[in-house]
């Protein structure tokens, strides 16, 4: 389980990461919330993964972290607001530049207008 | 009874007047939010003081929220560092909101609640004691910068938002793997915990945390603004509005502040085999981003772009005086760090009025007509070039002459000293060539005749008589910086304090 887990961490990013680097903001903002999938997972991970217990203390012999959960929920609310945001910037950024070129130069902006 | 909850007070100000500030508050909706968000200013501010007043006496306030204990629960850890990092941005957020409210609020929508949580998540950060906490302040300060950095609109705003925005994101996301291992290897995100448990680590465990570590470099140096990771600043500081660039002057500080309190607590000098990991590389980046900065502004042909420039100088001179990990240096360093979070806020809204008085020419560096207040402006650009150069007699010369005399004589003090005062030559050169430019050779003719309000003046009056102050009151200043220096070195207090105290 820990190998398929860690794969599926390790294959997200690296999706990622080739996403972010791309010239385009809509790959970008793809990118960014493929890898705060990653990061969920991972910060998942890090209470250790356990099968059929309970996050709470001293109810069953094998019990869960519940801290990594609560940090997950937290990271997952507001990465899908960071999201959101990005993607009505994105999306304006479109409409008003006319290109969803990332760092398109100021000069040829003019030139398209 | 109320001094118990004295830690929260000054981030539940601003969160309570932004959630008043919202309210529809009927036709004329503006000035009703204007008064609370001065009022709510003010008493953030007393609040500070207060706050300072009290840390001084018990030398830290450790407040459990919701009373769970330490480590588990998350606490408030106010030790004098925060209480000063507190007070400077309750200092610099009165003066900065009474200029946004001369119609500076009416660009763009809810400008004043926006403001308030700007100010809130700033406060949270300071006053964190916990890791991840410390990161969901960060995220509630960079919500709110996200839209005031857009605030005023246009589509270069857009576009430097949306840079802004993607780097932040990522920032936050590595952020987010950087405490996941931490808390991975050690079990723990309480600052103070942390500490401890660090000093234990040996081996594989140490070079993952190691790892965590260097990943938050990353993070807080995106914040910051060092050099490979600064790109984004100089751009969204001039594109964005004067108010709104004046009140980032305290955001890079956020980045400096949790790089001094994350690599001097948990991986400071007593961290065995992870004991200052970060700071040969923050050395090296400290001194080549003053140099990058000093280019910055040889080639600056926008005074906006100049000061933004400014900036990122008077972050490599804080970084680099930081990593020589002193007692003496970090008190010099903080000096620094106060006074040039007011000078560049100063500057920044001195800027905008320029722009607005020049009419068609802005704030481009090239002859343009008289302004409306041109004496006004000439003398208030003098008094913050003198200030922002470091020429004496005002702070800058004082805190660059404190950081000098804190350093050893050494190859390194060499190398800061060398560093410094090229980057001071430098910057007197283009200050110099601006100021004489814009405000010496006019153009012949009748004055521009559009006037910025009295109220705008007095404000950018008000962040400059605190360099002046800051002259003045230099040494007791100085004795405070040293005495926060001492306690942020004192390593072993912090977790003794915290995990007892946080218990109770």
């Given at each position: 389980m820990e190998t398929l887990y860690s794969v599926t961490v390790g294959i997200l990013t690296a999706c990622s990461v080739f996403l972010i680097l791309r010239g385009r903001s809509f790959p970008v903002v793809v990118g960014i919330t493929m890898l705060s999938y990653a990061v969920n997972l991972f910060l998942f991970s890090t209470g250790r993964l356990t099968i059929d217990g309970a996050p709470i203390y001293g109810t069953q012999e094998i019990y869960a972290d519940p801290l990594p959960q609560a940090l997950v929920l937290t990271a997952i609310v507001i990465g899908f607001a960071m999201t959101a945001y990005s993607i009505i910037l994105a999306v304006r950024a479109r409409g008003e530049l006319?290109?969803?070129?990332?760092?398109?130069?100021d000069n040829s902006t003019e030139g398209n207008r | 009874m109320w001094q118990q909850h004295l830690a929260i007070l000054p981030i539940l100000v601003p969160l309570l007047a932004a959630l008043l500030q919202l309210?529809?508050?009927?036709?004329?909706p503006q000035p009703k939010r204007r008064a609370i968000g001065l009022l709510a200013s003010l008493l953030t501010l007393i609040l500070s003081v207060a706050l300072l007043l009290q840390v001084n006496q018990d030398g830290m306030i450790v407040y459990a929220l919701g009373d769970w204990s330490a480590p588990f629960g998350i606490v408030l850890m106010v030790d004098k560092l925060s209480a000063l990092m507190m007070l400077i941005t309750a200092i610099l957020a009165l003066p900065v909101l009474i200029y946004g409210?001369?119609?500076?609020?009416?660009?763009?929508?809810h400008f004043q609640a926006l403001f308030q949580f700007q100010i809130m998540g700033i406060m949270g950060a300071f006053a964190t004691g916990d890791i991840f906490n410390l990161f969901v302040f960060f995220e509630v300060l960079l919500i709110s910068s996200y839209a005031l950095l857009m605030h005023g609109g246009g589509k270069f705003r857009l576009r430097i938002t949306l840079h802004y925005v993607l780097i932040n994101l990522l920032g936050s996301l590595l952020f987010l793997i950087g405490i996941g291992t931490l808390y991975g290897v050690t079990?723990?995100?309480n600052m103070a915990d942390l500490a401890t448990q660090i000093q234990q680590l040996s081996g594989d465990q140490a070079a993952l945390a190691k790892a965590g570590g260097m990943m938050l470099l990353i993070v807080f140096g995106i914040k910051a603004a060092i050099?490979?990771?600064?790109?984004?600043l100089p751009q969204a500081y001039s594109t964005t509005t004067g108010v709104v660039a004046a009140l980032f002057a305290i955001m890079t500080k956020v980045g400096v502040y949790s790089i001094v309190r994350v690599y001097t607590l948990?991986?400071?000098?007593?961290?065995?085999?992870?004991?200052?990991?970060v700071h040969d590389w923050l050395w090296v980046m400290g001194l080549i981003t003053m140099l990058a900065g000093a280019i910055g502004i040889l080639g600056a042909r926008d005074l906006r772009l100049l000061v933004a420039y400014l900036v990122v100088i008077s972050i490599g001179t804080l970084i680099a005086t930081y990593s020589l990990n002193g007692t003496a240096t970090t008190g010099a360093m903080l000096f620094y760090l106060i006074h040039s979070t007011f000078i560049t806020g100063a500057l920044f809204l001195l800027v905008d009025l320029i722009a607005f008085e020049r009419g068609k020419t802005a704030s481009r560096i090239v002859s343009g007509k008289k302004m409306a207040n041109h004496s006004t402006y000439s003398v208030m650009f003098l008094v913050a070039a003198i200030a922002i150069i470091g020429l004496p007699p005002l702070s800058g010369f004082v805190g660059k002459l404190m950081i000098m005399e804190s350093t050893s004589p050494n190859l390194m003090s060499f190398w800061l000293w060398g560093a410094l005062l090229t980057a001071t030559l430098i910057m007197l050169i283009a200050v110099t060539r601006a100021g004489s430019k814009m405000l010496w050779h006019t153009l012949s003719g009748k004055a521009n005749d559009q006037s910025a309000p009295f109220g705008k003046r007095a404000a950018v009056a008000m962040l400059l008589a605190l360099s002046l102050l800051m002259t003045v009151f230099a040494n007791p200043i100085r004795n405070y910086t040293e005495a926060v220096a001492e306690q942020l070195y004192d390593i072993e207090q912090y977790p003794s304090r915290v995990l007892t105290e946080g218990k109770e």
């Open positions: 006319g290109t969803d070129e990332v760092n398109q130069q | 309210l529809p508050w009927g036709d004329k409210c001369y119609a500076e609020d009416n660009l763009g929508s079990g723990t995100l050099l490979p990771l600064h790109f984004w948990i991986f400071g000098p007593e961290a065995n085999e992870l004991a200052l990991i």
